[in-house]
């Protein structure tokens, strides 16, 4: 089976493959094609890859192509991982709204909005090329925004495009763990959008643990998301928020720290990663050892402007090491083997979610079998919660709109919409400095 990966020079495609080296079975990967506009970016990836397969047998055999149209042929997956503008227009991204006063991270707030309008045109290229290209191919999309890319996609490849991300995995493994739990035996009630959900409950052998844990100030303080929110507010909402709701319930303290950062996170990786794939080119540098040191150097410092405001401290080693694509790696298995399984991933409303329509992406628990992913009941949300998942999904249909018409108005209204962006004049100026700085957004008029 052929395996696509869009964003095969992306830093993270080792971690990738390395779930596939150690996959056993029928209709398992065979071959694995990596696509990137890229082309040293590709060579530093495959040296890597290489590496890892050194004395693995059957690993599966790895290509390398800057042709799309080549990349999706016969592929039976295809996994997008891919940066519109690179790790130079995140950092753009956060600079331009931090100069407004705004948050400018990756996916929420201004920041998530700008690479939203420069990559929804490129997804929706994507999603029309596999279309032609590789029709009865499943794509699973972790290009971020990962909920919106993949509703915008969905529009051309329906059910048959699912996103997925590790945020939900990581903190279901965390509050598991705290309690005791077994994360394989435990089935975590998450629901919201990507990057904006709720750990609602907690079961073990059908038994909810998560009152257990919220009325223990001391279970609350021993794990990341207790320490970011703190125990008090976990308990006014009786649930366990996704990291990234940090930025709206401290959104002052966000600012802050990022405005006082030496760096914001874009420009950390920015020029962390320019190092690696520079040092990589090297034909006397072993390439696996020096993405290891510097893939655990990016997982330290994952959110940590957020840690500091909120006197989190560091993040614990289990933490450190990934999760997504094991989510990648779970979904294949469910799909190509009929290997049944329960994963939280992003895919369309249905009937879900009443206050959402039935082609609204949402991220909940989902059934997974070699008929695609089926989203699971769901009760309602709280009103609070209800009204900012609603809010932030009609900024993703601005966004969405915009980038189908090219609309600079409907581009505006996106950035005024956002909970996180206080004035409609602002939201003019973020248009005007980012429409400068980026040209992905050309387009806008």
Known sequence: MRLTILGGGGFRVPLVYGALLGDRGERRVSEVVLHDLDADRLTAVTRVLAEQAAGVPDAPRVTATTDLDEALTGAGFVFSAIRVGGLAGRADDERVALAEGVLGQET???????YGLRTVPVAVDIARRVARRAPDAWVINFTNPAGLVTEAMSRYLGDRVI???DS????????????????????????????LGWVRALR?????????????????????????????????????PNEYLHYYYFN???VHAYQQAERTRGAFLRDQQAGFYAEARDPGVRALDLWERTRAEREATYMAENRE???????????????????ALALMRAVARGERTTLILNVRNGSTLAALDADAVIEVPCLVDASGAHPLAAAPLPDHATGLVCSVKA????????AESGSRA????????HPLVDSVRVAHRLVDGYTAVHPGLAYLR
């Open 252 to 254: 002052r303290e966000a």
């Open 309 to 327: 405001a909120a006197g989190a401290g560091e993040r614990e080693a289990e933490d450190l090491s990934g999760g997504y694509e094991k989510v």
């Open 163 to 165: 996103g997925i991300c």
């Open 168 to 195: 939900p995995v990581g903190l279901g493994r965390r509050i598991a763990r705290v309690l005791g739990a077994d994360p394989r035996e435990a089935f975590v009630d998450y629901v919201g959008l990507n990057h």
């Open 204 to 240: 073990v052998a059908g038994r909810d643990e998560l009152p257990r844990l919220l009325a223990d100030p001391a279970l609350l303080g021993s794990f990341e998301e207790g320490r970011l929110f703190g125990p008090d507010w976990l308990r006014s909402l009786g649930a366990v």
């Open 108 to 114: 929420v707030g201004a920041g998530g909005i700008a």
């Open 410 to 417: 409907r581009a505006v209204t996106a950035f005024a919409l």
């Open 395 to 402: 900024v993703e249909r601005e966004i969405l709109a915009a």
